[in-house]
């Protein structure tokens, strides 16, 4: 695994760069211009808080008063190719595509970044971690580290246990299941401390808001989240 990742690194810095998507030939390392157009980028109008697109000023989405991070932003939205990249992201190419999304990362966390303490990764459980052999976020924040010089401590979130189906379960049930599948670790204090969590995708926000509720009862001050892509809710069927 780890070799042949250091083998792809070879040749790909030996090789003219390829559209990591369609394999087209390409100037710089990324996607190629075809690619490019297909994908939805985020960008104006959006939430000022929940980074959900929309149309007019105001958002249906986090006009709640359980919303604990402060800012979420998102590169892109998550269908058709961006989909399938984020896809083949998760399934083995994530040596490949995470300094590719990193700079896309760094780009839309620019108006914050230099408030931020520390970088974190939305932590996946250790089965899981086992099965896929890494936390294809923590590679994300990784890359992200080297472009931004942020502060990378990625032990400061756990998560213990797998959150199991929740379909059937209420939103305030659900909400309680999630949030005790993490966990902060004590031993490093954010306290007063601007936290960045990293994930590949956003749908409902549940996941990043039980991060953020945890980060914010042990003190931190301020949460920001910033993913690759992110589900329109219209679409949104899935609770993480
Ligand atoms: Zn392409
Ligand atoms: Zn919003």
Sequence with gaps: MIMSDFLKRIRDTLLPPRCIYCKEYVERVGVCDNCWREIKWISEPKCKICGQPMEDESCKYCIRDDNFFDRAVSVMVYEGLARHLILKFKDGEATLYAPIFAQWLNRIIQDFL?????LVPVPISLKRRFKRKYNQTELLCIELQKLSNLHYVPEILKKSKETAMQKSLNKERRRINLRKSFSVNEKISVKDKVIL????????????????????????????????????????????
């Design 114 to 118: 230099r408030e931020v303490d520390f």
């Design 197 to 240: 969590l990293i994930d590949d995708v956003i749908t409902t926000g549940a996941t990043a808001n039980a991060c953020a509720e945890l980060l914010k009862k042990a003190g931190a001050s301020k949460v920001y989240v910033a993913t690759v892509a992110r589900v329109i809710l219209k679409n949104a069927i899935s609770n993480s």
